[in-house]
C-alpha cells in the first residue's frame, strides 16, 4: 500500500506539471460533459451505456464546440471511458488530456507534445520521426498506400509495427487517407500522428477536419462498419457537425495521462499509477 501511496503522489505532481505547462502558455482549461448523447462512431471502440445517454470516451466533440464557439486554446483533464478494455495498458475508466489550438497543425500540436515531454520527463530524449509509410515498408513488408488492407493494417501494427519501433519517443507521422478519422487529407495522407515511448502509445493528434458534409460522411460510414462489426449504433451529433465549419482550422490531441504517469514514475502497469485500484 505504501507503494501506491508514493505512485499517488508522484501523480499528483505530475498532473500539477501538465496544468502549468499548459496555463503558462495561455490555455485555458475547460470541462465538458462527461455523460453525453451521441459519440463519436468509431470501430472498436465502445462508449458504455448510461441512462439515456452514454459515457465519453472521448471530450473531442464537445471541445470542438467550444472552438466553434470561439475559445481558441482550451484544454481538460478529465475521465473518459471504454467498455472492454483492461490490462497493463488499459483499464474501462482512465484520464485523458485533450486539448486543441485554433489555426494550428499537426506540426504545431507535435512542438507542444515534446515540449510537454520535456516538462514531465526531463531525460526523455527529443521524439524521433518516422511515417506510417516507411515503418510498414521496412517492418511489415508492404505499403498501405498500394494494397489497403484495415484488417492487415491493424493486425501488422500490433504485432509488428509498435514492436519494433525504437527506445525512447517516437511520432509515427502522416497515416493513410482510410485511417484519417478526424484528421484532415492532405492529398492522399492523413495529417495525424501518434506518440509512443517505450512503446507505449501515449497520444493521438489530427489536424482536424473541418468540413461538416465530408465529417458527416466518415462519420455514415464509420456507423455502417460498426454495423457490420455488430456493434452498438450511436445517433449522429448533428450540433457538432452544424458546428464544425466555423472552426476554420484546428488541430487537438488526446493524450493518455495514466499512460504518462506511468511512464514518468517508471511504472509498467497502469494501474500502479491510478486511484481506486
Not at 484546428?250 to 493524450?255: F, R, Y
Amino acid at each position: 500500500m505504501s507503494g501506491l501511496v508514493e505512485n499517488l503522489r508522484r501523480r499528483a505532481e505530475v498532473v500539477r506539471a501538465v496544468r502549468a505547462f499548459f496555463d503558462a502558455r495561455g490555455f485555458t482549461e475547460v470541462s465538458t460533459p462527461v455523460l453525453i448523447s451521441a459519440p463519436a462512431p468509431e470501430p472498436h471502440i465502445d462508449c458504455p451505456p448510461c441512462g439515456k445517454g452514454f459515457l465519453r470516451a472521448s471530450p473531442e466533440l464537445q471541445m470542438k464546440k467550444l472552438l466553434a464557439a470561439g475559445m481558441d486554446r482550451i484544454y481538460q483533464i478529465g475521465p473518459c471511458f471504454r467498455d472492454g478494455e483492461l490490462g497493463a495498458r488499459h483499464n474501462p475508466e482512465f484520464t485523458m488530456i485533450e486539448w486543441y489550438r485554433l489555426g494550428a497543425t499537426y506540426l504545431d500540436i507535435a512542438a507542444d507534445a515534446e515540449s510537454l515531454l520535456h516538462e514531465v520527463m526531463p531525460g526523455c530524449a527529443a521524439p524521433s520521426r518516422i511515417t506510417v509509410r516507411e515503418a510498414y515498408l521496412k517492418w511489415a513488408g508492404w505499403d498501405p498506400w498500394l494494397e489497403w488492407d484495415q484488417d492487415r493494417f491493424d493486425f501488422d501494427m500490433a504485432s509488428k509495427i509498435e514492436p519494433s519501433l525504437p527506445k525512447g519517443a517516437v511520432f509515427l507521422m502522416d497515416y493513410p487517407k482510410e485511417a484519417a478519422s478526424l484528421a484532415l487529407l492532405r492529398g492522399d495522407v492523413a495529417e495525424r500522428w501518434e506518440l509512443y515511448v517505450d512503446g507505449v502509445e501515449l497520444a493521438n493528434c489530427f489536424t482536424e477536419l473541418c468540413d461538416g458534409a465530408e465529417q458527416r460522411r466518415r462519420f455514415l460510414a464509420a456507423k455502417e462498419e460498426r454495423r457490420l462489426l455488430g456493434e452498438s449504433d450511436y445517433p449522429l451529433d448533428d450540433e457538432f457537425l452544424e458546428l464544425l465549419p466555423l472552426v476554420g482550422s484546428a488541430s487537438g490531441v488526446a493524450l493518455g495521462v495514466d499512460r504518462l504517469v506511468a511512464l514518468a514514475i517508471g511504472e509498467d502497469d497502469i494501474h500502479s499509477a491510478m486511484c481506486g485500484v
